[in-house]
């Protein structure tokens, strides 16, 4: 049973560039969100895509846009990349419904913006 | 808008030893959950135990278990019998029952296992 998957494992851009950071869901799951960790903080959440839409979302720009995929793996793109989008980007998968339930992680990306 | 706060930054427990970790959290919701993760220094978030606001039982996964104090908005983690594996930065974190995934995390306390 394939846990989530996540890739490239680190990522270096310079600043104004942008980025794809991918990730595939837990098996049977259909329902990714994203997270950004900076390093020593706990986790920040992006957004939240099911059936192919933007669920929900956090308190990030609109630099930070995501897709997902009729076989429910997802993408992440951060538009005109800054120093401080440097953190680890973080995948999890669920089941769909409110409040459901446990997210699984995936081992994250590591984005350094020079 | 809900908070969870870690009042502990760092850890340290000796090897076989217990040790209790806090967590505080603040909301209006009356249905959610609350869940601990693990992250080890490769720094993969994994699963630790999983409580449900409805259940007054307190969870428990082999030498892990919580305290959940509804009316305090606590939710403590005890880890049992110390292992050097247990060597990580320990999340609290918050899913209100009305939310698509929104977790929100606390902190994070770093846990040292001594041998």
């Known amino acids: 049973d394939a846990g989530v998957t996540q890739s490239p494992t680190h990522l270096i851009k310079t600043r104004g560039q942008q980025v794809t950071l991918r990730c595939s869901p837990k098996?049977?799951?259909?329902?990714v969100s994203w997270y950004q960790q900076a390093l020593g903080q706990g986790p920040q959440f992006i957004f939240q895509?099911?059936?192919?839409?933007?669920?929900q979302r956090g308190n990030f720009p609109d630099r930070f846009s995501g897709h997902q995929f009729p076989n429910y793996s997802s993408e992440l793109n951060v538009n005109a990349l800054l120093l401080g989008d440097s953190a680890l980007y973080l995948c999890?998968?669920?089941?769909?419904?409110?409040?459901?339930?446990?997210?699984?992680f995936g081992p994250g990306t590591r984005l350094t913006v020079l | 808008a809900q908070t969870v706060t870690q009042s502990q930054p760092e850890m340290s427990v000796q090897e076989a030893e217990t040790v209790t970790l806090s967590c505080t959290y603040d909301t209006s919701e009356s249905n959610y959950y609350l869940f601990w993760y693990k992250q080890p220094p490769s720094r993969q978030m994994i699963l630790v135990i999983r409580?449900?606001?409805?259940?007054?039982q307190n969870a428990t996964e082999n030498r892990f278990s919580v305290n959940f104090q509804k009316a305090a908005k606590s939710f403590s983690l005890k880890i049992s019998d110390s292992q050097l594996g247990d060597t990580a930065m320990y999340f609290c974190?918050?899913?209100?029952?009305?939310?698509?995934?929104?977790?929100?995390f606390g902190q994070g306390t770093i846990l040292t296992v001594h041998p």
């Open positions: 098996s049977g799951h259909d329902t």
């Open positions: 974190a918050f899913l209100p029952g009305t939310s698509y995934g929104k977790l929100t």
């Open positions: 999890a998968s669920s089941l769909a419904g409110p409040g459901t339930d446990t997210q699984y």
């Open positions: 895509y099911y059936e192919e839409e933007e669920r």
């Open positions: 409580q449900e606001a409805y259940k007054q």
